[in-house]
């Protein structure tokens, strides 16, 4: 079983492979199906969603704030940052700095994510 430092050190490289947009490199953090909310979504599906992020904030970025590992969960809170250039929730895009809370729980398995379940304070980005 990994060490929480191992699976911590695992998840700010995901971080960073986000921040990055290094997509074909996130593949290698995920499992081939990730059950995110209960919904069943591929890698192509994943990296689809959070594309759909960047797309509207160009300029994302997450942060770890706190991780705390149980066995093969880890729960982390996020500070997210970033610019808003299209229509987010009715919202125009405006060119407005936006920053949220995010917190999610991740179900990692041999070192890849096989589950996430989490909420971000999406009305944040919408100030």
């Known amino acids: 079983m ?33 059950v995110v909310n209960g919904l069943s979504r591929t890698q192509d599906q994943y990296l689809a969603d959070v594309r759909a992020t960047t797309a509207t904030f160009p300029d994302y970025r997450w942060r770890l704030v706190r991780a705390v590992v149980e066995g093969e969960w880890l729960a982390v ?33 041999a070192g890849r994510i096989h589950e996430v379940e989490g909420t971000a304070d999406n009305a944040r980005l919408c100030l």
């Not at 940052?81 to 398995?109: A, K, W």
């Open 2 to 34: 990994a060490t929480r430092d191992d699976i911590v050190s695992r998840y700010l490289a995901y971080l960073d492979a986000c921040n990055r947009r290094a997509w074909e490199e996130l593949r290698g953090h995920l499992a081939e199906t990730v």
């Open 77 to 109: 809170h996020l500070h997210d940052v970033g610019t808003r250039s299209r229509t987010f929730l009715g919202v125009p895009g405006d060119g407005t700095r936006v920053e949220t809370q995010e917190f999610d729980m991740y179900r990692i398995m």
